[in-house]
C-alpha cells in the first residue's frame, strides 16, 4: 500500500511537471514534436515489449479485426490528446489545459450516461449542473467557446472508455497503439521538419537530449503508475489524479503568468466545487459498497 501510493503520487507528478518539459521545446512546430515523442516511445517500448515476451500478444490483438479497429481508435484519440495539449503548452494556453484534466472526470461521467446508459443520482446531476455553468462561464471570459479544454477532457475520456474495452496491459495497449502510429509518425517528422522553425533545423544538443527522452517521459510514469493501480485501492488512487491539472494551473497562473481574471476564478472554482461533490459521493458509496461486503 504504502510504496503503491508512492509510485501513485510519483507517477502524477511526473505528468504535471510534463509542462515544463514540453515548455524548454515551445519554439518547435507541435505537430513535429508529436511525431517524435510517438517515434521515441515506440523505441522506448519495444525492449521492454521484447524482453517480456510481449510482442506476440500484442500482434494477435493487431490482427484481430474488433480490437485492431479499437487499438487504432486509441491511437488517434491518444495523438489528439497529445496534440492538443502541446500545443496548448507551446502557445500560452497552460492554465486551459488544467481545465482540460479536471474536466476529464466530468466528461468520463457524461459518457458513461450517453454511451453505456447510466443513470445520474442527485449528487452527480448537481456536478454536471455546475460544470455546464463553468463552461458558460468560462465561455464569456474567454470570449470564445474553451475549446482546447473540451479537446483535451473529451479526447481523453473517449481514450479512457476504448482502453476499458482492450483487455490488454497499459504498456502493451500502447505498444499496440504506437506501432499503429509509428509510420504517421515519419510522415510527421520528415513533414514537419521541413519548415524553417523545426527541431531539424534549430534544436540544439541539449533540446535533442529533451525530443530523445519523450520516449522516456511517456513510458516511466505509465509503468510507475499500473504498479500503483495495483497496490492502491481506486477511491484513493483516484482523487489523486487532480494533482495533475492543479500544478498546472499554478504553473500557467504563478510560472508562466497567465492571465486569471474573475470569470475565470469564477468558472475553475464551479469546476473545483463540482469535482468536490463528485469526490464525496465516490467515496460514500465505496464505503457503503465494502460495509455491504463485509
Request: glycine share 8%; charged share 10%.
Amino acid at each position: 500500500m504504502r510504496s503503491g501510493l508512492i509510485a501513485g503520487v510519483s507517477a502524477y507528478v511526473m505528468w504535471g511537471l510534463l509542462t515544463i518539459y514540453w515548455k524548454n521545446l515551445h519554439g518547435f512546430p507541435p505537430f513535429e514534436l508529436i511525431g517524435w515523442r510517438i517515434f521515441a516511445s515506440f523505441c522506448a517500448l519495444a525492449p521492454l515489449v521484447i524482453w517480456h515476451k510481449r510482442l506476440r500478444i500484442i500482434t494477435t490483438a493487431m490482427r484481430s479485426k474488433e480490437m485492431g479497429w479499437r487499438l487504432i481508435a486509441a491511437s488517434i484519440l491518444l495523438t489528439v490528446n497529445w496534440s492538443s495539449y502541446v500545443w496548448a503548452v507551446a502557445h500560452d494556453h497552460v492554465i486551459e489545459t488544467a481545465l482540460g484534466y479536471f474536466m476529464a472526470p466530468l466528461c468520463t461521467m457524461w459518457l458513461g450516461v450517453a454511451v453505456l446508459k447510466e443513470k445520474l443520482n442527485t449528487a452527480q446531476k448537481v456536478t454536471v449542473s455546475l460544470a455546464v455553468a463553468a463552461i458558460a462561464i468560462l465561455t464569456v471570459g474567454y470570449g470564445r467557446v474553451p475549446y482546447l479544454a473540451l479537446l483535451i477532457a473529451g479526447s481523453w475520456s473517449l481514450y479512457g472508455l476504448l482502453k476499458k474495452q482492450i483487455p490488454l496491459k497499459s504498456i502493451e495497449s500502447l505498444s499496440g497503439e504506437m506501432m499503429f502510429l509509428f509510420l504517421p509518425a515519419i510522415v510527421l517528422m520528415i513533414t514537419q521538419g521541413g519548415s524553417s522553425d523545426s527541431a531539424m533545423h534549430n534544436a540544439s544538443t541539449w533540446q535533442w537530449v529533451l525530443i530523445a527522452g519523450t520516449g522516456i517521459i511517456t513510458v516511466i510514469p505509465l509503468w510507475i503508475f499500473g504498479y500503483a493501480a495495483q497496490h492502491v485501492p481506486l477511491t484513493v488512487l483516484g482523487p489523486l489524479q487532480y494533482s495533475v491539472p492543479t500544478i498546472n494551473f499554478l504553473l500557467g497562473w504563478l510560472a508562466y503568468h497567465e492571465e486569471l481574471d474573475a470569470t475565470r476564478i469564477i468558472g475553475f472554482s464551479l469546476i473545483w466545487v463540482a469535482l468536490a461533490v463528485l469526490a464525496t459521493d465516490t467515496a460514500r458509496r465505496a464505503q457503503r459498497s465494502r460495509a455491504i461486503t463485509s
